[in-house]
């Protein structure tokens, strides 16, 4: 199995991942392969097999509506790398 | 005592003993292991990056405390914590470039308990990039090399992976134990190809607040170390209830370690009849039967039991985790932390920086990740492989309902080498074959080594328990570990001349 | 009779539905420890979670998953004992994760519905779909610097309950009236405070127009409308725009279009190139929300009384005119203002003052109901001098004017001024006689059968008593004295 072209430039956009068109080949081959090898699950009889997201074993715990966080401005843009006073700073977003 | 040999050679167990008999100290015991990585870690490159001095300044400070008689579970011991776990103000890598510069303003759950008892943190290890692979190679510091060697041959191997550079410092006793992280089996196998043991336990058991997330739904951190026992001892302070992580489960942490040599007489062991690969070498199988062999001879009662849908586990999750990666790795962008490369707009900023900041593995499971959650695909792939995890879920929920742990081979084979089997991503994907079950169904499941193949590798055998019932591998683990007495040693390690 | 945009080719129907984003009215945020309170220094109401640092989890608030159902039962809903969060993926500087977390498939709130009431006192039912819990996004700061945008964070992750209508609205009237409806149940519960400018609340847009009798043709989706106003304006050139589409022959795109009040038109969003596809997905990090029904049960016996059924009592309890009770039910506080001063009073005589005379004074002072210069009882205190003959109705007017400017309370101020009203029938038949012997012709005239000059002796006798006789008293000693002569 093999992705076409399109498909790969598709995903990638959704991901914002940049894929040079010398690697779309490859990754059609590649990707085509591991989706062609997954559908071996439609070997499977699924009917009224209730799906499930995790293995969790509870429900969600609530935590109290309590200001335990905030103020470390610091600590929030320590790590950029564009950074303009107490912002981050992008390219220029035109909406 | 002071000679290297001795203080890198000796278990945890027995390295917390000798500090509390002041038969050396932690800084002498840490320093010995610092030696040991600027020997090694040259040509092992197991870890990426080297805590040196603060390592030195805790190990003052837990001799302090020991003196003091205020010692905790792990106080002096040097050890090594995987790259993916976040260290206050040490960087943190989760081995990709787009992190090779982040320096984390805070600790994760896992280390800072680890850190509340006393361990002495080494550095940080190798892994696959982001926990992505089965063989270390991924990595964008490097792959590490697997310090044993096949007999007669100096060719170097893989480690296993992700938590290679964990399970490649154990096992060439450069630390005393290690933390890694297991989404399908990056605990299990590495132990396995390192000839070392280790667990990891029920999801939900270890805090996942701070650790960089591959996969959430199926990343647990857990312990790698020399002994069955050592991993009880380290897995104790990893653990326990986080109020921080919304899938932490509350329940009281064990005392692990007492059930290490508990009596395994009765127990009821499970063989299930699908965890044979096909190819898989006949070694396997006869270390396998070895290890049946060795559980009925304790008492245990041998049972056949189906996980019919075992088959299926692999596939099941090479959709659910890259589903999950690609929206977890969404984070990564070059906006508020990492590496980012510049661009004249917003878009290009993103495509550009994880373009440049991605490994080629990455970026295979982002993009299979985002297929099989797209919009005409989400039914045919996704949805459909939530249904089969309830399958693998009730194929262990069954079992258990008959027996009290599962033995299966950990991996279908030895450590290969370095740069093997990376044609393919599918044959990569293959390694984990065995320890991926236990993932999608979140039992815990433990690696054990038990003896070399014809090439004179290690290989282990894994038990796979119920749901919060750790206490019966490691019963198991100690049993099997006894019984195969497992003593070799790798070729390359701390005082032996490589 | 209803609201249609007449074309070349005939009448159009409107089609209307709106997705409301209301702020939930709590400390912190939805999934972490963070303020959620408007404003502050930019990136300072921010943890590691709303900045989605590695490792860094979400988990839930309870007052949020509180207020949440708060609104639905106030919303007549079903609440959803079980709930589920997804992420919805996309790119957005302002959306550090990458995926906002919200409910697509399992929502905390079912079905429900809103009545309105139109100007000529129409009233209609609007279905409700729908409210789920989400985060809101970050802020991006545009005119700051010519080449980059700023980011701020202080809003992400800030709990949003999104209100989905179904599309049973049929003219802007009915949009404005349904927002302005929904946000005075919230106010009332005190789970959004309802503050457009601050963007607590604002409205995506759904429009098409259609023939009367088709099925609906191709709507529109207006994004982020933040005032009642506006979103019956964008309603109305949205609506027309698409009549003069499909009378030239064009097709209406189903598209995402911003509303701009300057121009008074709607446009295409530019980013339409870039088909969403969200890749919705249960949130691994979190678990089902699972609610108990006797929780739920607990909240709802909690719920303060609401505004239609607080109108209908103040009809039933006070005798007021509906109208007078829809106007003093607007706002909460109002209606508590008005019951604090009709509580054991005359609810008519309360009403009139509140309406007329506070609505007034408020007005005049630029105050509101909460920093009003006359409170609940010091009114209260006055419409007790007038009930039992203290003053009368003319002079108490002047007192309240006193009471605005000085906030003193009645009784002392009539006493200081001594307004008391006169109740001594001598005093006011002397009174009288001096009015009748001062106006000898006009006496003479009322003789001869010109009755009507009955009220200017009244008022006369008033003016001389300096306003402070008593109405029903000077009337009925005219009568007396005029009879007796
Ligand atoms: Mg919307
Ligand atoms: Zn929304």
């Known amino acids: 199995m093999s992705l076409d072209a399109a498909t790969i430039r598709r995903i990638a956009r959704l991901a914002r991942l940049g894929v040079g068109e010398a690697e779309i080949e490859r990754l059609q081959t590649e990707l085509g392969h591991i989706i062609g090898w997954v559908e071996q699950l439609g070997e499977l009889d699924l009917d009224g097999v209730e799906p499930i997201a995790g293995v969790g074993h509870a429900a969600l715990r609530l935590r109290a509506d309590e200001v335990t966080d905030g103020d470390r401005v610091e600590a929030v843009l320590s790590n950029a790398p564009g950074r303009a006073g107490p912002f981050y700073a992008v390219p220029k977003v035109v909406e | ?498 | 009779m209803s609201y249609v945009i007449e074309g070349s080719t005939g009448p159009w129907e409107l089609v209307i539905g709106l997705e409301v984003h209301a702020q939930v009215v709590s400390r912190a945020k939805l999934f972490s420890g963070a303020s959620a309170t408007f404003g502050g220094e930019p990136n300072s109401h921010v943890s590691l979670v709303d900045a989605a640092f590695p490792g860094m989890l979400p988990v839930i608030n309870a007052e949020c998953v509180a207020q949440a159902v708060r609104t639905g039962l106030g919303l007549d809903a079903r609440i959803n004992l079980v709930s589920r969060f997804d992420r919805k993926n996309y790119f957005y500087a302002d959306l550090p994760p990458g995926y906002q977390i919200s409910q697509f498939t399992h929502p905390i709130v079912g079905s429900g519905k809103v009545d309105i009431e139109l100007a000529d006192g129409t009233r209609r039912e609007i279905g409700v779909t729908r409210l789920h819990l989400e985060q809101d996004a970050g802020k991006s700061v545009h005119d700051q610097d010519p080449t980059r945008s700023f980011i701020d964070l202080n809003r992400a992750g800030v709990a949003l309950m999104e209100i989905v209508s179904e599309p049973d609205m049929r003219s802007p009237e009915e949009a404005g009236a349904y927002v302005r409806k929904l946000r005075m149940i919230m106010r009332y519960l005190g789970t959004c405070d309802g503050n457009m400018e601050e963007g607590s609340l604002r409205a995506d847009v759904n429009v098409s127009v259609r023939k009367a009798g088709e099925p609906f043709r191709t709507r529109c989706e207006i994004k982020n409308v933040n005032s009642i106003r506006f979103v019956m304006q964008a309603i109305e050139v949205e609506a027309r725009r698409q009549v003069e589409i499909w009378e030239s022959g064009g097709v209406v795109d189903q598209e995402t279009r911003l509303f701009d009040p300057h121009r008074g038109e709607t446009r295409s969003m530019r980013s339409k190139e870039d088909a969403h596809d969200y890749r919705y997905f249960p949130d691994p990090d979190l678990l089902p929300l699972v609610l108990e029904q006797g929780w739920v049960d607990s909240l709802r016996s909690a719920l303060p009384e609401l505004p239609d059924a607080k109108r209908a009592r103040f009809v039933a309890e006070y005798g007021i005119p509906d109208y007078d009770s829809s106007v003093l039910v607007a706002e909460q506080a109002t209606a508590e203002f008005y019951e604090t001063v009709a509580r054991g009073r005359d609810g008519r005589l309360a009403s009139n003052w509140v309406v007329g005379e506070l609505f007034a004074a408020l007005n005049r002072t630029g105050k509101t109901i909460s920093t009003s210069p006359v409170t609940a009882e010091a009114l209260g205190g006055l419409l007790d001098l007038i009930k039992d003959g203290t003053i009368n109705g003319r002079i108490a007017k002047d007192v309240f004017e006193v009471m605005v400017e000085t906030g003193e309370a009645a009784d002392a101020i009539v006493e200081r001024k001594g307004l008391r009203q006169v109740v001594d029938t001598g005093a006011i038949d002397s009174a009288i006689e001096s009015v009748l012997a001062a106006n000898a012709d006009k006496l003479a005239e009322y003789r001869s059968g010109k009755e009507k000059l009955f009220v200017f002796f009244v008022g006369q006798t008033m003016k001389a008593m300096k306003g402070k006789g008593n109405p029903a008293l000077i009337n009925e000693r005219l009568a007396h004295l005029l009879k007796a002569d």
Not at chain 2, 99 to 125: C, H, I, W
Request: include cysteine; proline fraction near 5%; charge should be negative.
């Open chain 2, 1 to 498: 005592m002071s000679d290297m040999v001795e203080l890198t050679g000796q278990s945890l167990a027995a390295a917390l003993d000798g500090l509390e008999k002041g038969r050396f100290s932690s800084v002498e015991l840490t320093r010995a292991h610092l030696d040991a990585v600027e020997a090694l870690n040259p040509t092992l490159n197991a870890y990426i990056t080297v805590t040196a001095e603060q390592a030195l300044t805790q190990a003052a400070e837990a001799d302090a405390v020991r003196a003091r008689g205020e010692a905790g579970l792990l106080c002096g011991a040097p050890v090594a914590i995987k790259d993916l776990f976040c260290t206050e103000g040490v960087r943190t890598t989760a081995a990709s470039r787009i992190l090779s510069n982040f320096v984390p303003p805070y600790e994760s759950t896992v280390t800072a308990q680890m850190k509340r008892d006393g361990a002495v943190s080494l550095g940080k290890t190798n892994l696959d990039e982001f926990a992505m692979g089965s063989s270390n190679m991924t990595s964008a510091f490097g792959a590490v090399q697997n310090p044993w060697r096949r007999r007669g041959d100096d060719s170097p191997l893989v480690p296993g992976g992700s938590s290679g550079g964990s399970a490649s410092a154990v096992a060439a006793r450069i630390a005393l134990a290690a933390t890694g992280t297991d989404t399908g089996g990056s605990i299990r196998q590495p132990a396995s190809f390192c000839g070392i043991a280790g667990i990891k336990p029920t999801y939900g058991r270890c805090s996942r607040w701070g650790t960089v997330a591959f996969a959430s739904s199926l990343d647990q951190a857990g312990p790698l170390a020399r002994t069955v026992e050592d991993c009880a001892i380290l897995l104790r302070s990893m653990a326990g209830f986080d109020p921080k992580d919304s899938t932490s489960v509350d329940v009281a942490v064990p005392d692990f370690r007492a059930a290490v040599g508990r009596s395994v007489k009765g127990m009821r062991i499970g063989i299930p009849a699908e965890y044979r690969a096909p190819g898989m070498p006949e070694e396997i199988e006869r270390w396998w039967q070895q290890g049946i062999a060795w559980l009925r001879d304790a008492g245990c009662e041998i049972v056949d039991v189906s996980l019919p849908h075992t088959r299926y586990g692999l596939a099941t999750y090479y959709i659910v985790a890259p589903a999950e990666c690609s929206s977890n790795l969404a984070r990564y962008d070059g906006v508020r932390f990492g590496e980012r490369v510049e661009a004249d707009s917003l878009d290009a900023l993103y495509e550009r920086s994880r373009a440049a900041g991605f490994g080629d593995e990455v970026k295979r499971r982002i993009l299979i990740g985002t297929y099989v959650l797209s919009s005409g695909y989400y039914d045919a792939y996704y949805l459909k492989a939530q249904k089969v995890r309830s399958l693998i879920l009730r194929d262990f929920t069954e079992a258990f309902g008959r027996v009290d742990a599962l033995l299966t081979p950990t991996a279908p084979s030895a450590a290969f080498g370095l740069g093997e089997k990376m044609s393919d991503p599918v044959t990569m994907y293959l390694n984990d074959i065995f320890t991926v079950p236990a993932s999608m169904a979140g039992v815990p499941g433990m690696s054990v080594p038990v003896g070399l193949d014809s090439a004179g590798l290690p290989l282990g055998l894994q038990l796979i328990g119920r749901p919060f019932d750790e206490e019966t591998l490691f019963a198991l683990g100690s049993a099997l570990e006894k019984a195969a007495g497992f003593d070799h040693l790798p070729a390359l390690r701390a005082g032996a001349v490589a």
